[in-house]
């Protein structure tokens, strides 16, 4: 798929993390925060919604559903949080070890090191001479902030913080989870499977529509694929609560 809003005078590079972050992208990140958003609620949409579905296939009491969905949900967003605290921590490692490694080479080999920023620029279709200009001017403003966003492809003064991903992450899982929590414990028993079916499904095509969107890709068949994702979820939960309610386990 070509890119929405892309613009075709820059290939986006490969060592570099995304293409908008190298347009100074406070629009990009934002962006890839709220599509990592909708994915989150995406996941607590269907895990929960199997998880509920599941039992409601194996019994009809509200307290076992409203336990299993709660359950669910908790264990689901804990480790969802727990999972993104480690991931953003090792990589915030990584960029600060970079970064101090960088930090030691400007101070050893401040030569080497303007060469190095000078052939960067260079190799992003800068003239030697102009090249050579704006590293020692960048050099002389905060080499380290320089050669971090050139050579390294971050912002120092912009890390993510793990404990703000993992509270995100938190956060994003519980509203997913909600929907399929109270769409199988608030209507009456009769309707709880059927409410439940259609508005996970509902859901599903929401998110599977932004999703999609955030990230400029298809839209039409990202839907479908969440959609079947998640009534492929629903089926087999349920299948396999109906299997055990009915042998009496
Ligand atoms: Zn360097």
Redesign the pocket.
Known sequence: MRGRGRPECHPPRVTEPTHDETHGGALGSRLNWLRAAVLGANDGIVSTAGLVVGVAGATSDRTALLTAGLAGLLAGSMSMAAGEYVSVSTQRDSELAALAV?KR??KEQPEA?LE??TELLQERGLSRDVAREAAVQLTERDALKA?ARV?LGIDPDDLTNPWHAAWASFLAFTVGALLPLLAIVLPPADWRLAVTVVSVLAALVVTGWSSARLGSADTGRAVLRNVAGGALAMAVTYAAGALLGAAGA
Do not use: I, K, Q, S
């Open positions: 960088e080479e400007l090191e190095e920023l050669h050579e």
